[in-house]
């Protein structure tokens, strides 16, 4: 298993503005990933992020809006730039544990951002 | 290509209840297939994996899911509800690198 924190766990920002968003696991992992979950709705993913390597971006999602950094095998940043309120979502860290037949993904608590 | 579908966004049922929650999968090749819930204003926790191990798989919170390769469900059951149990449910299959999510579930426990 993995444990996961985040910080800031929630932020109210003016638009505009730019947040960074940090993940911790206590564990080094290959692949971390990042998730938007917009108000009711489910898990949409944003990136992955392999350390060594660029982050890869799902379609609808640029770097040049949320940069991602993957310094080491436990640590990863997502910044929301230049944000709108439209950005106002929960934004989720995730990491993937085991091998083929036996993997598990592990969430972090979340990142409550309100864009004004 | 890998999906999963969740029927029914919005599920009650009383406390002591039988709880179902449907999943229907779409995947080219034998899925990886898990449950996950997601309390108030928390992150999302692994309930439960299939793996291919066994059809029936156990768990965390008294929570079950039996895989049927002929109907492509993964549906979770639990035999009585609490009302601990209100929460978001997530169904979702690894496909390639990558989870894809389902809808979710609303699960309301009515006492």
């Known amino acids: 298993s993995a444990v996961i924190s985040q910080k800031p766990s929630r932020d109210i920002c003016q638009r505009g503005t730019s947040l960074t968003i940090q993940c911790q696991v206590d564990s080094q992992v290959t692949m971390m990933f990042w998730y938007r979950q917009q108000p009711g709705q489910s898990l949409t993913l944003i990136a992955t992020a392999n350390q060594g390597s660029e982050a890869t971006y799902e379609s609808g999602f640029v770097i040049d809006k949320f940069p991602i950094s993957r310094p080491n095998l436990t640590f990863s940043t997502l910044t929301v730039s230049n944000m709108s309120p439209e950005d106002s979502s929960i934004y989720l860290c995730?990491?993937?544990?085991?091998?083929?037949?036996?993997?598990?993904?592990?969430f972090g608590p979340g990142t409550r951002l309100t864009v004004t | 290509a890998q999906s999963v579908t969740q029927l029914g966004s919005h599920v009650s049922v009383s406390e002591g209840a039988l709880v179902l929650l449907r999943c229907n999968y779409s995947?080219?090749?034998?899925?990886?297939l898990f449950w996950y819930v997601q309390y108030p204003n928390q992150g999302l926790q692994l309930l439960l994996k299939?793996?291919?191990?066994?059809?029936l798989v156990k768990g965390i919170n008294g929570f079950e899911a039996e895989f049927k390769k002929s109907e492509t469900s993964f549906h979770l059951t639990k035999p009585s509800a609490h009302m601990s149990d209100a929460a978001e449910y997530f169904c979702a299959v690894r496909g390639g690198n990558q989870f894809y999510f389902g809808t979710g579930t609303s699960l309301t426990v009515i006492p």
């Open positions: 995730s990491v993937e544990i085991g091998s083929t037949g036996a993997y598990e993904q592990y």
């Open positions: 299939y793996t291919s191990a066994a059809t």
């Open positions: 995947s080219s090749v034998p899925p990886y």
